[in-house]
């Protein structure tokens, strides 16, 4: 059934109630409560996929999310979706290193989030090499190797300007030199940790802040320095939203998209606990994609194709205290007191539950196996290719998909 009208009621008494607020998901994120014990349920390896077991529906019932979420089809090197797939892999959720290495097969890149770009006197460094492992790293191209063609998944590590004052990056985007520096230690740990490129993410921080030109010149400049080392970059980028604007717009792309490698697009956060609902709607995804590059533009195809838009695996718990983001484990807990089926909303083909349980009511928004194919089909319709923030906040069984 769709209840637009009663969802719409029921956010609106929950927004009277919010006294506080939680920040994104991040390492410091709460935990889930229950110890629930989980050995009888369908684990691991599977005969049959999630299509064959006729478990990708608009209305799931909440019995076999609970049943069937731990197991995934043994041909994990089947691909269904044939564009470029990235998946992040972040130290704070764990489970990402296993399905890295169990699905290893379904991603083009990965991209562990590691690493930050800082400021040293006078000099630049990166923080947070202590996170890499490069036995994992080994493992992950091992398994992701593909026979027919000897290609494997390339690694793209994640990296932040971290603790930067307006005085560093008012010097860093003012002097090539000083982006010179931070060209060579971009470099410099790629080639000693054998990496195949980076994720670099500014421009949502900088855009809306300083002129276009400078923006373009900082991204330009590392991506010529990287392509000297047959290195690539991949840009991260947000989505149009009315109350931002166009902060990566069409003029961007067309400055940029033949300099870069990819541009990871981040379709999701629509709602937070000021404005629930639900973390993704369809309409919003196919606009972002259709704002940067429209139906009909200039090389369309060969700019689409760069385009990895962004699928969350996390979701959102509102609450009246506020609530906020919530991975499988809290999702788990919450979703095995519902009775029946999930709530469908077809406008934003996203799928919630309310419950009432000892902790107080709650609306939760989280991917199931019908939403996020809708979206994986979204991209095969468009051209794009997809990133997946992050691999160790889903279900298993949600890998079939891909």
């Keep these: 059934?769709?209840?637009?009208?009663?969802?719409?009621?029921?956010?609106?008494?929950?927004?009277?109630?919010?006294?506080?607020v939680r920040g994104t998901l991040a390492p410091d994120s709460h935990k889930s409560k229950s110890k629930t014990k989980e050995?009888?349920?369908?684990?691991?390896?599977?005969?049959?996929?999630?299509?064959?077991?006729?478990?990708?529906?608009?209305?799931?019932?909440?019995?076999?999310?609970?049943?069937?979420?731990?197991?995934?089809?043994?041909?994990?090197?089947l691909r269904r979706f044939n564009g470029t797939t990235l998946g992040y892999v972040t130290p704070w959720n764990s489970h990402g290193y296993d399905v890295a290495?169990?699905?290893?097969?379904?991603?083009?890149?990965?991209?562990?989030?590691?690493?930050?770009?800082?400021?040293?006197?006078?000099?630049?460094?990166?923080?947070?090499?202590?996170?890499?492992?490069?036995g994992w790293l080994t493992d992950v191209r091992r398994k992701g190797k593909q026979v027919h063609n000897q290609r494997t998944v390339k690694v793209f590590p994640r990296f932040i300007f971290d603790h930067f004052t307006d005085r560093d990056i008012k010097l860093l985007l003012s002097d090539a030199q000083e982006r010179t520096k931070v060209n060579d230690v971009l470099i410099k740990c790629c080639k000693d940790n054998g990496f195949d490129g980076l994720v670099l993410e500014v421009w949502s921080q900088l855009a809306g802040r300083i002129d276009d030109k400078i923006l373009y010149t900082l991204v330009l400049q590392m991506a010529k320095e990287l392509q000297k080392h047959q290195l690539r970059l991949?840009?991260?980028?947000?989505?149009?939203?009315?109350?931002?604007g166009h902060l990566f717009g069409e003029k961007h792309m067309d400055k940029l998209f033949k300099h870069i490698y990819?541009?990871?697009?981040?379709?999701?956060?629509?709602?937070?606990v000021q404005r629930p609902g639900a973390n993704a709607p369809l309409?919003?995804?196919?606009?972002?994609?259709?704002?940067?590059?429209?139906?009909?533009?200039?090389?369309?195809?060969?700019?689409?194709?760069?385009?990895?838009l962004g699928l969350n695996m996390?979701?959102?718990?509102?609450?009246?205290?506020?609530?906020?983001?919530?991975?499988?484990?809290?999702?788990?807990?919450?979703?095995?007191?519902?009775?029946?089926?999930?709530?469908?909303?077809?406008r934003d083909v996203e799928n919630f539950f309310e419950i009432k349980n000892d902790d107080g009511r709650h609306i939760v928004f989280y991917p199931t196996l019908y939403s996020i194919n809708e979206r994986?089909?979204?991209?095969?319709?468009?051209?794009?290719?997809?990133?997946?923030?992050?691999?160790?906040?889903?279900?298993?069984?949600f890998y079939d998909l891909f």
């Design 1 to 20: 059934m769709r209840a637009p009208d009663a969802l719409l009621l029921r956010l609106a008494l929950l927004l009277l109630l919010l006294t506080t």
């Design 39 to 77: 050995s009888a349920l369908r684990g691991g390896p599977q005969d049959q996929d999630v299509f064959d077991l006729g478990l990708v529906s608009p209305e799931p019932l909440a019995k076999d999310i609970v049943s069937n979420h731990r197991g995934y089809f043994k041909e994990t090197g």
């Design 101 to 134: 290495k169990i699905f290893a097969k379904k991603f083009d890149i990965i991209s562990p989030v590691w690493l930050q770009i800082v400021k040293q006197g006078d000099r630049y460094a990166v923080a947070g090499t202590h996170d890499i492992d490069a």
């Design 234 to 244: 991949i840009l991260v980028i947000p989505p149009f939203r009315k109350e931002t």
């Design 262 to 272: 990819a541009f990871s697009l981040m379709t999701y956060d629509f709602s937070s």
């Design 283 to 308: 309409y919003f995804v196919r606009k972002a994609v259709e704002t940067i590059a429209p139906e009909g533009c200039a090389d369309m195809t060969a700019k689409r194709a760069k385009i990895l």
């Design 314 to 346: 996390y979701g959102n718990d509102y609450t009246p205290d506020g609530g906020g983001p919530i991975t499988f484990s809290q999702y788990l807990d919450l979703v095995r007191h519902v009775k029946k089926h999930l709530t469908f909303d077809e």
């Design 376 to 397: 994986i089909k979204l991209a095969q319709e468009l051209g794009t290719g997809i990133s997946i923030w992050e691999l160790g906040q889903g279900l298993n069984y």
